[in-house]
């Protein structure tokens, strides 16, 4: 069984089954198994662009409400988990990469009321690649995007999702290609 701590090859992803794929790739969106679910019935892969591509897809195939539950599923950034310690791996990784963890007395009011704010308007948690940004600039976004309509923001979220499912299967997948 391949350990998800560690880097497996793309024959390595091929030859799992449906469980060691699941434990492996379970949270790469996260919290919401029934995408890893389906992005298995599509193996074998290519390379890794192909499985990050498939996932994008099938993520990008969802009716709204699905897209919706999938940003549903997410954290607020900063907030009460972060601070108990009950986040995921991944999300406890990427916020804490982004300067999350290092914020201001002022600057967590601020985030918190903004996350507060975000949610009422829209229904889900406010979704950014926060390995892709700043706790600076995840602020800045989070204030600008509270401007956004709720389609508008679905979109911008799911696209988010997207690009941290693709870092995430970058963490798990080596580079290469598969012996199909």
Known sequence: ??????????????????????????NVVEHCQVVTAAVW????????????????????EMPTEGKE?????????????????HLTTESTNEQRAAGLGTM???????????????????GFPFVICARENKKEAI???????????RDQEVLIGI???????CLRISDIVGIGQSNL
Do not use: W
């Open 1 to 26: 069984m391949a350990d998800h701590r560690k880097r497996v090859s793309m024959n390595e992803v091929n030859l799992m089954g449906y469980e060691e794929f699941i434990a492996v790739f379970g």
């Open 41 to 60: 019935s599509r193996l074998p892969f290519k390379d890794v662009n192909q499985m990050q591509l498939e996932i994008s897809r099938l993520i990008a």
């Open 69 to 85: 539950g999938i940003l549903r599923c997410h954290p607020d950034l900063a907030g009460r988990l972060a601070e108990q310690g």
């Open 104 to 122: 201001s007395m002022e600057e967590k009011n601020k985030i918190t009321s903004k996350n507060v704010e975000y949610k009422q308007k829209f």
């Open 139 to 149: 602020l800045a976004g989070l204030q600008e995007r509270l401007q956004n309509g």
């Open 159 to 165: 696209s988010e999702v997207k690009k941290i499912c």
